[in-house]
């Protein structure tokens, strides 16, 4: 069974549109994340969510906005995209609260954003 | 920035050997931990080392850790070609976020 599922795994549209990502974790998991991988194969916290909550925001345009139905989803929608959003997005998802917290954390497979 | 920086960048070893990646960072760490990512793949979570301890062994990984001096090593004794692939460090000041470093190529060569 697979732990942090991400879909679509390629998604190639054009500049100004909008589209979205989803992220699902069967893991029980109550905090979840997106991360961006760029062509130089940096990877960098967008948002992090804590039970339906956000608590990390890190400088990111406003054209994406992330949204989390449950605990166990954390989609990605991206307004008016850019050539410049062209990148692998990954959700990832950790046990971030309660007397056992872990720190690891389980990685999706990625869905790669082209945009032309 | 808390991001942290690996080196080499790139490593290329024959199968046997021993892979040896260094990690630097900034600011103060609650643990530091090391991923994989296969070429197309999301990472994968290998070994947490937090700051109070000094090396850490899980199979074939050794980690070490030198708060003093903001760094830490992961060594891949007798390597494989399956171990062919990306390496992270990232850190964690215990709260809910990771900053990842820039990344060593490993090959492995059969």
């Known amino acids: ?116 | 920035s808390q991001q942290g920086e690996e080196d080499p960048q790139a490593l290329s070893i024959q199968e046997g050997e021993n892979a040896t990646m260094n990690c630097s960072y900034k600011t103060s760490i609650n643990n530091l931990q090391w991923y994989r990512q296969n070429s197309g793949r999301g990472l994968v979570h290998l070994i947490l080392i937090r700051s109070n301890e000094r090396e850490k062994h899980s199979g074939r990984l050794r980690v070490t850790l030198d708060t003093s001096k903001k760094s830490s090593s992961l060594l891949i004794t007798a390597s494989r070609a399956a171990d062919t692939a990306s390496y992270f460090c990232a850190t964690s000041t215990g709260a809910n976020n990771l900053f990842f470093g820039t990344g060593t190529r490993l090959t492995v060569i059969p």
């Open chain 1, 1 to 116: 069974d697979t732990a942090v599922s991400q879909t679509p795994k390629y998604l190639v549209t054009q500049m100004g549109n909008d589209k979205s990502i989803k992220c699902e974790q069967n893991l029980g998991h109550d905090t979840m994340y997106w991360y961006k991988q760029d062509s130089k194969k940096f990877l960098k916290i967008m948002f992090s969510y804590n039970n339906k909550e956000l608590i990390i925001n890190e400088t990111v345009p406003n054209r994406f906005s992330p949204k989390s139905p449950d605990k166990a989803h954390l989609n990605l929608h991206i307004n008016s995209l850019e050539l410049g959003d062209s990148a692998v997005y990954f959700c990832a998802s950790s046990q971030g609260v309660g007397e056992v917290k872990i720190y690891e954390q389980y990685f999706g497979p990625g869905t790669r954003l082209t945009v032309t």
